[in-house]
């Protein structure tokens, strides 16, 4: 049973450093609101007391000053541009890490031994398969289905298969469907693929590599195999590496949202795919690449998109920049920029991406420079240049966001993990600043 008792009697691991007085100026009514420190970050006004005892809520649409819960998973400082994963530097794991590996960290807290790697790569693997009525599910889609519509449905569909494991209260279940989840992604993203150029279904290899495995799935066929290039590898690699987790983002405050009603996780996930789809957040690296075709396609001046930008009665953004939290250069993009130059010299200079990759760099060098976009701290985000990279690797555009889905997946199942493991939790129901109309009788329709 669900411990249902005071949020505010929750123990929690921040300290109370310092509190701050809240004054009610027209009657002197006062609260006093315990100042939370975590171990890194800002300080956070406990406020969980507020409305039982002054009758206020806080109002922060788009959550732009509120730190929705504790968490030990991943650290962003945006000013400074770090990310770390349970403490390590994203430039280190980038190095010298794998995504398993990455897996097991942010699922478990700390880098695994070879032992437990070993053992956790078994538990993956043996996962990987999907259930063969899933092949007629897949069939129910039209052929040109977007690979995110049919990544929503599928992962929510998968529920249907472990009713037995869905005891979202069992730490045991939570792991198994953990598993499961992680280890079905790269073989539902491939199919949705395969579907949609009509190529048959690859069934995952044990012998390979998660990464391999999944670029098996997507470009293997039963007539002949596919042999992986190794950059190619190492790049998909890194780039799920760099996607893993990036604490509360929209899908991932999705996916925590949908799991506090306690919904299964692969409602939770279903549901974070469908947050992570948006151009405003994982759909960015789809339209970056899109923006940049269309760019090189117009031949116009680059100005006029900047100036487009820019232009408050338009629409229009620049795809790839910006960021909710960071206010620097994002680490990730440093990271994935420095990969896609290295495929890019691979391919050699006359391939055909090449002339996308110009426009890219010369957009990069502009905005750099340039007050609108320096003053609003807006700087490239991870999302500009590994749409470059899929597209140098020979994935479609509408694969992007799905890549993107089967990274983050182990992110937002560590995030649920850890929400559904604390003792006390409660649904998450934020409140509302009222504005609409405050009474009106029943008219009836003939009397309208
Ligand atoms: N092009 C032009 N102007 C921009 C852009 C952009 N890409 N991004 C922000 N601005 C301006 C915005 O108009 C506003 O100007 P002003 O202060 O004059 O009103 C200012 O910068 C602040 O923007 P905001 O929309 O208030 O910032 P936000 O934190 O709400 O939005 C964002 C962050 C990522 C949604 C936004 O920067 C954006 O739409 N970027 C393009 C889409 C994109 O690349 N998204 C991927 C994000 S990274 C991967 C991920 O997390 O999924």
Known sequence: MTDLTSMASQKLASRESDSVTLIEKATGRHIVLPVLEGTAGAKTIDVRNLYRELGYFTFDPGFMSTASCESKITFIDGGKGLLKYRGYPIEQLALHSTYPE?????????????????????????????????????????????????????VGALASFYPEALNVHDPRDREISAHRLIAKMPTLAAWSYTYSVGRPFVYPRNDLDYTANFLHMMYGRPDKDFIANETFVRAM????????????????????LTGSSLASPFAALSAGIGTLWGPAHGGANESVIRMLEDILASGRDLRHYINRAKDKNDRFRLMGFGHRVYKNYDPRAKIIREMCHKILAELGADNPNQPLLDVAMELERIVLEDDYFVQRKLYPNVDYYSGIIFRAMGIPANMFTVIFALARTVGWLAHWMEMMSEPQSRISRPRQLYTGVEHREYVSIDKR
């Open 102 to 154: 990455v897996c097991y960290l942010l699922l478990y807290g700390d880098l695994p031994t070879a032992e437990q790697l070993d053992s956790f790569n078994g538990s993956i693997k043996n996962h990987a398969l999907l259930n063969e009525a899933m092949r007629v599910f897949y069939r129910g889609f039209r052929h040109d289905a977007h690979a995110m519509a049919i990544m929503v449905a599928a």
């Open 237 to 256: 690699d890194l780039i799920l590496i760099l996607h893993a987790d990036h604490e509360q983002n929209a899908s991932t405050s999705t996916v925590r």
